[in-house]
């Protein structure tokens, strides 16, 4: 996990030269730039795939908590 | 009218005129650029995402409707609290994990209580599947100094076999001008399956109305806990990315209950008839209750981007899967959001997914050869490709509301490995394909 | 004017932003410059300072006095800014002095813009009254930085003074600008407004008070009284068209005391009233 962390500060140390400036988040921040648009859509998607594929998760929680027959 | 109640009555009338007055006063002073009236309103606090959704298979498979609301209450320094709550209706037959015959297979129902027939040649499908559930979440969301986030939630679900109950936590840290963001979430469930007349010891037989010998228990847990690591970045104006680490354990009870393996002759595939207690009151063939390993670790790797074409958004993910049942899988996502005007929006989207099956998937069993340590003939747990094919429309409603309806074809195509067909079985369809329609109704609204 | 001085624009480049902020901070200084009461040499201190002479003042200045004359006839009077020489007896600072009735009725007959010969663009007071457009001048300040940033670029901004604030328009990024209205607690906000258009003036100051013998004086002192208004609100946001409007309807609201709401609710603007319990 220690060099999880390290590894991890050195990608976030990495990044620091990509990105915008906070004037700059005109098109970051419309609603269709959002990683997440629309919430009711991915958790129907999530529950779909989890009772019929083998994979589930990833973007989020792993979904489920359904029997799932 | 006396004299006093005149004078309140001219301080009124002069009231009234004061704002017309100020706003004349007010044209002198600062010159006669006629400002555009004022536009304020308090900030929706409540935030309503409501939809409708069909599922249907094809074939009298399972069909779903469902209706879901995810509501949002908003406080003050954006702290939030949402709340969900599902329930689905869902009926349709599902396949029981046996393979077809050329002679009618007679089965026990899951309840033990009755027995039903399926005709040659057709894949067994139990179809008593009828079900209701539940499900409600509930999260608190809060800032944590100028750069974090942290969210804790609950959820449960119920159905009349099943009972969910889990506990979830998020915490998220912006870096470098809120260009990264890194995070960390949690998250514990325990599940417990009710089967439909107790839950059957792996292995065992299907056995005869009314035996529920091998049902000792009425009821078996799982528990489930995953981790998902996350790093956002902004890489430029118009492109972010994502990438997640989730590992997840599942351990206890990870079998269907209701799934069973055909056991087959070694040489022609068929499976073993049984001496039939008479009609409809037992198995005509052996059938045996599936086995899983009681743990279960997978690992999946989940990179999205999103990038800004001009007024468009490609909204590209892909996922890639692992886990300690052998299984591998690649999902690939697409979406384009295509404006068509200012309030109206088209949404193609196609999804491409594969897995590889689990080392302990069968077909079917050969009889008197030693029991492997696992068995299932869940399809789920085989090898198939799948595809989604959709299309979403979304509009802003005259009050600025988002509507939104999308239409989405789901088709799996699975196959058996070679090496596992014996006999007879090479020339008959065993992998249940599938095809379903999704059609959801979304309606956004806030107040 | 002793409160921060913010300006929120939606500019694509660090450049444009810092013209458009020197554009509000010009405006905002030239004012102060010119209207402090706090300033040598400046046109409110000749006015002051005149001991019965007639002074000659520019348009801007005679501008903002007839302002100030028309507000002191739609308030009967209650909005004078020769009210200030009040601040000789009143010291509001959380303590627990009040001024005795003697001291505040020697300066009575130093208050009334009535007293005032007001001949624009000439202006005599009597020797020892004072005029303040410190009830003006920040809203003022705000609404000619609006102008001036709508005449040098489209880019949306708010501007924001001590808590006093209108935008030039929407934003583009979003629907409208959030705008928090704090509670009692400096900083603690429970109410967020949406501001597309117009302006936003607070009156009121949760922090300016006397508290003597169990009663409560607020800031806010009748210049016919030379005492405080009773009931008088914690504070009162408005929503106009412009700062100057939303300024002066927030202030002749806390003026009438327990009838502030009556009053605006009268006016037909939005409106937000806090009231300590």
């Known amino acids: 996990m220690k060099t999880a962390t390290v590894a991890l500060l050195l990608l976030v140390g990495g990044c620091s030269s990509m990105g915008v400036e906070p004037w700059e988040r005109d098109i970051l921040a419309k609603e269709e730039m959002q990683l997440t648009t629309d919430a009711a859509e991915g958790a129907t998607d999530d529950h779909i795939y989890f009772s019929k594929e083998a994979s589930s998760g990833g973007r989020a929680f792993g979904g489920g908590g359904c029997g799932c027959n | 009218m006396d004299g006093h109640s005149a004078v309140v009555a001219v301080a009124a009338t002069k009231d009234r005129s004061i704002s017309a007055a100020l706003a004349t006063a007010t044209c002198a002073l600062l010159g006669n650029s006629i400002p555009a009236a004022v536009e304020a309103q308090e900030e929706p606090k409540w935030d309503f995402n409501t939809s409708l959704l069909y599922y249907g298979e094809d074939e009298n498979r399972v069909q779903d409707l469902s209706l879901k609301a995810i509501i949002r209450r908003m406080f003050v320094d954006d702290r939030s609290l949402t709340v969900s709550l599902t329930l689905d209706s869902l009926t349709g037959a599902t396949p029981s994990g046996a393979i077809r015959q050329d002679v009618p297979q007679t089965f026990t129902r899951p309840s033990g209580n009755a027995a039903y027939e399926v005709p040659v040649g057709v894949l067994p499908l139990d179809d008593t599947f009828k079900d209701t559930r539940v499900a409600l979440t509930g999260n608190w969301q809060q800032p944590v100094g100028d750069t974090s986030l942290i969210n804790v939630g609950i959820s449960a679900s119920k159905e009349y076999d099943y009972f969910h109950l889990g506990l979830n936590g998020r915490f998220a840290k912006d870096f470098n001008k809120r260009n990264t963001t890194f995070s960390a979430g949690i998250s514990i469930a325990q599940d417990e399956f009710d089967s439909v007349g107790g839950v059957p ?237 999704i059609v959801q109704f979304s309606y956004r609204f806030k107040l | 004017m002793g409160s921060p001085c913010e300006l929120l624009t939606e500019a694509t480049s660090e450049r444009s932003a810092r013209v458009l902020a020197s554009v509000v901070a010009d405006e905002a200084w030239r004012i102060e410059d010119k209207f402090s009461r706090y300033l040598d040499g400046n046109i409110v201190q000749r006015i002051n300072s005149a001991e019965g002479a007639m002074v000659q003042v520019d348009a801007e200045t005679a501008q903002l006095l007839d302002f100030a004359a028309n507000l002191f006839v739609l308030s009967d009077g209650l909005f004078d800014i020769t009210s200030g020489v009040l601040r000789r007896a009143w010291t509001f600072d959380g303590g627990s002095t009040v001024p005795d009735n003697a001291a505040i009725r ?25 005029i303040d457009l410190g009830g003006i001048g920040k809203e003022y300040a705000v609404d000619r930085a609006i102008l001036k940033l709508r005449a040098e670029s489209e880019t949306p901004c708010l501007v924001n003074l001590g808590g006093d604030l209108a935008v030039t328009g929407p934003p583009v990024r979003s629907a409208a600008w959030t705008v928090g209205i704090e509670t009692m607690e400096p900083g603690q906000s429970d109410t967020a407004l949406r ?23 607020s800031h806010v002192l009748n210049p016919a009284t030379g005492w405080p208004v009773a009931d008088a609100a914690t504070s009162i946001t408005v929503a106009a068209d412009t700062c100057v409007q939303a300024g002066m309807l927030s202030t002749l609201a806390m003026l009438k005391g327990a009838d502030a709401e009556a009053f605006l609710d009268e006016q037909a603007e939005q409106y937000w009233c806090r009231r300590s319990s």
């Open chain 2, 201 to 437: 010891i792996p292995f065992t037989s299907m056995l005869d109305v009314g035996d529920t010998s091998n049902r000792p228990e009425a009821s078996r847990d799982k528990d489930v806990l995953d981790v998902v690591l996350g790093l956002t970045q902004v890489i430029s104006r118009s492109l972010v990315v994502q990438a997640n680490y989730s590992y997840s354990s599942e351990s206890g009870y990870l079998n269907n209950p209701y799934k069973v393996l055909s056991i087959v002759d070694g040489t022609t595939g068929d499976t073993i008839a049984r001496t039939n207690p008479g009609p409809l009151l037992g198995p005509s063939h052996e059938f045996v209750f599936e086995s899983r390993p009681d743990d279960r670790v997978k690992h999946s790797l989940y990179t999205q981007a999103k990038v800004f074409l001009g007024g468009k958004v490609l909204d590209t993910s892909y996922r890639y899967m692992t886990d300690d049942w052998d299984i591998e899988s690649h999902t690939l996502d697409v979406r384009y959001r295509w404006p068509l005007s200012d309030r109206l929006y088209v949404e193609p989207h196609l999804r491409w997914y594969s897995q590889t099956e689990a080392d302990f998937y069968r077909l079917s069993l050969v009889d008197g050869a030693p029991l492997p340590a696992f068995a299932s003939s869940d399809y789920r747990l085989g090898a198939f490709d799948a595809i989604t094919a959709g299309l979403k429309f979304g509009w802003k409603t005259a009050n600025q509301n988002d509507m939104s309806i999308r239409l989405e074809w789901y088709q799996q195509a699975g196959s058996i490995p070679g090496e596992q067909l014996i006999g007879n079985q090479a020339s008959r369809d065993n992998y249940p394909d599938l095809n379903a329609l």
């Open chain 3, 106 to 130: 020697a300066l009575l007959p130093l208050i009334g813009w009535n007293r005032v010969i007001w001949r624009s663009p000439a202006i005599t007071l009597l020797p020892g009254m004072e």
């Open chain 3, 195 to 217: 501001l597309r258009q117009g302006a936003l003036a607070t009156s009121g100051d949760a922090r300016r008070f006397v508290r003597a013998n169990g009663v409560r004086y």
